[in-house]
């Protein structure tokens, strides 16, 4: 624990609370409060058993079935690809053996892990919270130092409940508010993105600010933290406050009683204090944010959606100018065509960006007495169980199926593709996933990146379009 008096953000002060000794090199061993594990995990395992070892902490590990499972039902025996079958039957194994909570398939809280989460109250403010994804990042709008780690560091997690990491720098991203109508978190993510590139926050640490940030629900702020690690940084984080403290309260693993209010007590001592210096900084005016969509095979690649999509010859050097000219070649794009006059093929509402209720609500309002175009096939994939059972519960499925979405169980499903749900070659996929690389949702698939209300009016349209349109009752 560090007593000085000077200054320190967010992130230095869980840093310090969570450091157990200092090499000589300057890397650091951190304790690890939460450990989060999925359907890929099954190498870790295997490594540790070879050792003779056990998870140190499992009562601080919780898993989840996510990458590997399909959407269309719910038996693992009925998983056809042995491959994919196997993964998640070695977390079912892995789990039992070592006493390590889990939502398996059978269970109604299962979803994808970056969402049960936060869903669970198992991710809290303070805490370092670790998983063999990049979008780990999520879990820091609760305010907590939320990270992606690979395979051999997982081992070294489930072995040690700790990580040898070195310090990332500090960066603090400000969005003036307020937002406008029809700008949501997704939109906010992207231009920030699309501001500072894919690399802009290499090495840093993203503490979110601002009047645009804290007026963001706890979901919205979910889908900000999740796309840190698309413009480059280590994690990404919104101090807890009083949305922060809501959204927590009453869930099952969060704090009770006299915890609560000693959790409380500790959270609230959190946020940055005034004077505390930020490495880099950076802002933007919300109000000037629009509806945001990609045009390009990076998220970097977004703009406004009343934009054009951009000439390479206006690209400010031949490295980005090649960039965009691969990329435009790959998405079947000319320059100057207007992005709101592209065809879509295929819809997907869900992943850990943007498969929570609310993202289901603001696509549902949309949809609502209209009906997806026959050439379009349009999915809808909740986040969780819990998700979907909530959805349910408010007809918001019934309103989808009513306009001619599929609604699906929960996963990560087209997001990455690796269950098997992918688009075919050269179709184009409005999602309201976090990455639009080349081949992301199947070899050859077209990749447009939009907020959930963005691509519920994508489904309707049969193009990319400006959502605001649909909501002023065009």
Avoid at 32 to 59: C, N, Q, S, W, Y
Avoid at 193 to 206: D, E, F, Q, R
Avoid at 302 to 313: H, Q
Avoid at 350 to 372: F, K, P, Y
């Amino acid at each position: 624990m560090n007593d000085s008096a000077a200054p320190r953000t967010l992130f230095e002060k869980i840093w310090d609370r969570h450091r157990i000794i200092e090499r000589e090199d300057e890397q650091v061993l951190l304790f690890v409060d939460r450990h989060f594990i999925h359907d890929g995990t099954a190498p870790a395992f295997a490594t540790l058993h070879g050792r003779g070892m056990a998870p140190k902490a499992p009562e601080r590990i919780f898993a989840t079935p996510d990458h590997y499972v399909p959407t269309s039902h719910r038996d693992v025996t009925a998983i056809a690809d042995p491959e994919r079958r196997g993964m998640v039957e070695a977390l079912m194994r892995d789990t039992s053996r070592h006493g390590i909570t889990m939502f398996g398939l059978d269970d109604r809280r299962q979803g994808i892990v970056h969402v049960i989460g936060p869903e669970e109250g198992l991710s809290q403010p303070g805490m370092v919270i670790v998983c063999a994804d990049s979008h780990t990042s999520t879990h820091g709008a609760l305010g907590a130092l939320a990270f992606g780690v690979g395979m051999t560091e997982t081992t070294h997690a489930l072995a040690h409940q700790s990580l040898w990491q070195r310090k990332a720098r500090s960066m603090r991203i400000t969005v003036d508010g307020p937002l406008g109508p029809g700008v949501v978190a997704k939109d906010v993510i992207l231009a920030i993105i699309a501001k500072i590139g894919t690399a802009g926050a290499t090495g840093h640490v993203v503490e979110y600010a601002g009047e645009a940030i804290t007026g963001l629900s706890m979901e919205g702020r979910l889908t900000l933290c999740n796309m840190s690690i698309e413009a480059g940084a280590r994690a990404g984080m919104v101090a807890p406050d009083e949305v922060t403290y809501a959204y927590l309260a009453g869930r099952p693993y969060s704090p009770k009683g006299a915890e609560w209010d000693a959790a409380l007590a500790k959270w609230k001592a959190l946020p940055s204090d005034p004077g505390a210096v930020f490495d880099t900084e950076v802002t933007l005016d919300g109000r000037a944010i629009e509806p945001m969509v990609t045009w390009g095979t990076s998220p970097e690649d977004a703009l406004p959606i009343g934009g054009v999509v951009p000439d390479p010859a206006d690209a400010a050097d031949a490295e980005r100018r090649g960039a965009m000219e691969r990329a435009l070649a790959y998405m079947g794009l000319e320059p100057g065509m207007r992005l709101a006059d592209i065809p879509v093929d295929r819809v997907f509402i869900g992943s850990c960006t943007n498969g929570r209720i609310e993202d289901l609500r603001a696509a549902a309002a949309v949809v609502a007495g209209r009906r997806v175009p026959e050439q379009v096939e349009a999915w809808v994939v909740p986040g969780s169980g819990l998700v979907k059972e909530q959805a349910e519960a408010e007809g918001l499925d019934q309103v989808f199926k009513a306009a001619g979405f599929q609604w699906r169980e929960a996963g990560c499903s087209m997001c990455l593709g690796t269950n098997g749900e992918i688009a075919r070659p050269q179709q184009r996929c409005a999602s309201t996933s976090n990455r639009n690389f080349v081949g992301r949702q199947g070899p050859g698939a077209r990749t447009h990146l939009m907020g959930p209300a963005m691509a519920a009016a994508a489904a309707v349209t049969g193009r990319l379009t400006d959502v605001r349109t649909l909501q002023a009752g065009g």
